[in-house]
């Protein structure tokens, strides 16, 4: 395995060599890209170049290297988003989260009903947060209060969605995507439930679930562009 990858090992250690040549200010080398992902490509970087004769330079890899190039555009580019542009960004879509309601024959799918202690319940409902073509502020926060389905529910999973539909129904439709689940455990005392807030800010979408028993708090950031 090593002699067929050894040409191109070759041929990177010489590039590196290279650019170090006279250039004493460099600290670290960062490996990116698909090759990067490659242990016998690191193990091989690292043992050349991380040597007193350079000083204190560092190999570093990250956890996904193929995707870091991608990840480092988006982030760049979100850079020069607008306030504004970010707004018609909110503005084309639907958020929303996921709730259990009363089941309604003839209004909700057969195959969500579920059951609640003796009640006949739907599952995977979508709620809007957001409605599609509709203005909001930045910093606009709603709230919502998740009560326990049953006395031995230990945990509240609070799910964020979205979709291009306004139209949509279900967390389970085509057209919807998860943004992030924040779990909030539950207190085996006390009114077993949990309030949610979610703030649309600036950069970022916060969620915040509060168990109603004993105060105690979650926490999940999410970013409008995955």
Do not use: W
């Not at 070759?10 to 490659?38: C, E, P, R, W």
């Not at 639907?94 to 579920?114: A, D």
């Not at 930045?138 to 009560?147: P, R, S, W």
């Not at 999973?157 to 909030?184: E, F, H, K, P, T």
């Amino acid at each position: 395995i090593m002699k067929f990858f050894q040409r191109q090992i070759d041929f990177i250690s010489q590039h590196i060599q290279k650019t170090l040549s006279g250039n004493k200010t460099v600290k670290f080398i960062y490996m990116v890209g698909g090759f990067s992902a490659s242990d016998i490509l690191y193990r091989n970087i690292k043992m050349q170049f991380e040597k007193p004769e350079y000083g204190a330079l560092r190999v570093v890899k990250p956890p996904n290297p193929a995707e870091a190039i991608v990840m480092g555009a988006a982030l760049y580019a979100r850079k020069g988003l607008t306030d504004s542009m970010l707004k018609n960004f909110m503005k084309a879509h639907t958020y929303g989260i996921e709730v259990i309601v009363p089941f309604v024959e003839g209004k909700h799918r057969e195959n969500l009903k579920v059951m609640s202690g003796s009640q006949k319940c739907c599952g995977q409902v979508f709620e809007r947060v957001l409605e599609k073509n509709r203005s909001y502020e930045f910093g606009y926060k709603f709230e919502y209060t998740y009560l326990a389905a049953n006395p031995k529910q230990e945990s509240v999973s609070i799910g964020l969605y979205v979709s291009a539909n306004n139209d949509v129904q279900y967390v389970c439709d085509n057209d919807v995507m998860r943004l992030g689940m924040l779990v909030v455990p539950l207190s085996h005392f006390g009114v077993q439930g949990v309030k949610v807030e979610i703030q649309f800010d600036t950069e970022v979408i916060k969620v915040t679930g509060t168990c109603l028993a004993n105060g105690d708090k979650r926490e999940l950031t999410i970013n409008y562009f995955l």
